[in-house]
């Protein structure tokens, strides 16, 4: 084993279990090594290494286990602590960068703060998509929809132990996936409320902000804009009249009559927030 540590002054120190070391510290007897990073005494006692070694004594001590094909009980080789090793003194925890084991980094620094890189790690791999990656959690749903499909007569939990999950944890994932939103829609931010379809109070207020901008609630605007493609509708040729208020409909063959080129997007943004950004202007583009 190398432990690396990296400090912030770009000083580093190796630790290993290999390079000048004894070939048997811990004595003829022992047969299998355990090294234990204790990454979760870091605040306590700065980074340590508890050593353990197994050994073959044996005596009136040693238990025994009942192995298919053994004439005999076999002997259980006892684990015992050999060595507690201080790497890091918890004071000189403040000024490293990163620690990294057999080339992986296990630890690293955002700020002031250290990070637990395996538990990020793993939570990355977990969950996090992109347009090039998907989640693991994606994949698990995925592979569970394709061998359901393949394999109609198997009930879910057998489904499931085709790839190794238990159903327990699909069913957890499942819960984790519905409880997610998208982050953006077209440019703008998103609410749960964007899947929320307009009232016909919702919609009458919309149009006679159009109508004459009297009143104005920049809240309601935003959320009619985030149901833009409701609102749009309004000035379709094939309206359902039984969706709208008798006010709404008068207000949509007023539309119709005056200027049936009017963008309704332009009479919301007067009320959208415009931060100095490229990032709004190609919002607003889009829109």
Not at 9 to 30: I, Q
Not at 197 to 217: F, K, Q, Y
Request: aromatic share 8%; charged share 25%; proline share 5%.
């Amino acid at each position: 084993m190398k432990i690396c540590v990296y400090f912030q002054s770009g000083a580093m120190e190796e630790f290993s279990t290999d390079t000048y070391t004894s070939p048997s510290p811990l004595g003829a007897g022992n047969i299998l090594s355990d090294c234990k990073l204790r990454t979760d005494l870091i605040a306590e006692d700065g980074l340590r290494m508890d050593i353990y070694w197994y050994n073959t004594i044996y005596d009136e001590c040693t238990s025994t286990v009942d192995v298919d094909g053994a004439d005999a009980p076999l002997p259980v080789a006892g684990r015992e602590l050999g060595r507690s090793v201080y790497l890091i003194a918890p004071e000189e925890m403040r000024f490293v960068s990163q620690v990294a084991v057999d080339g992986s980094i296990i630890i690293f620094r955002q700020g002031s703060f250290l990070i637990n890189a395996i538990a990020f790690k793993q939570q990355l791999a977990l969950c996090y998509s992109d347009a090039s990656t998907r989640s693991i959690n994606e994949q698990a749903l995925a592979l569970f929809d394709y061998l359901h499909a393949a394999n109609p007569s198997l009930c879910d939990s057998e489904i499931c132990r085709l790839f190794g999950f238990p159903y327990g944890a699909y069913l957890h994932i499942l819960e984790q996936q519905a409880a997610q939103i998208p982050s953006y829609g077209d440019g703008l931010p998103v609410s749960p409320e964007i899947h929320t379809p307009l009232t016909n109070n919702e919609i009458d207020e919309a149009i006679s902000r159009v109508n004459g901008l009297d009143g104005a609630d920049p809240a309601s605007l935003i959320c009619a804009l985030d149901n833009r493609a409701l609102i749009e509708n309004i000035t379709d040729a094939d309206i359902d009249d039984e969706t709208l208020t008798p006010s709404a409909i008068e207000c949509d063959a007023e539309l119709d009559q005056e200027d049936t080129s009017l963008d309704l997007m332009d009479v919301f943004s007067e009320f959208l927030p415009k931060p100095d950004t490229d990032d709004y202007s190609r919002n607003e583009q889009a829109l």
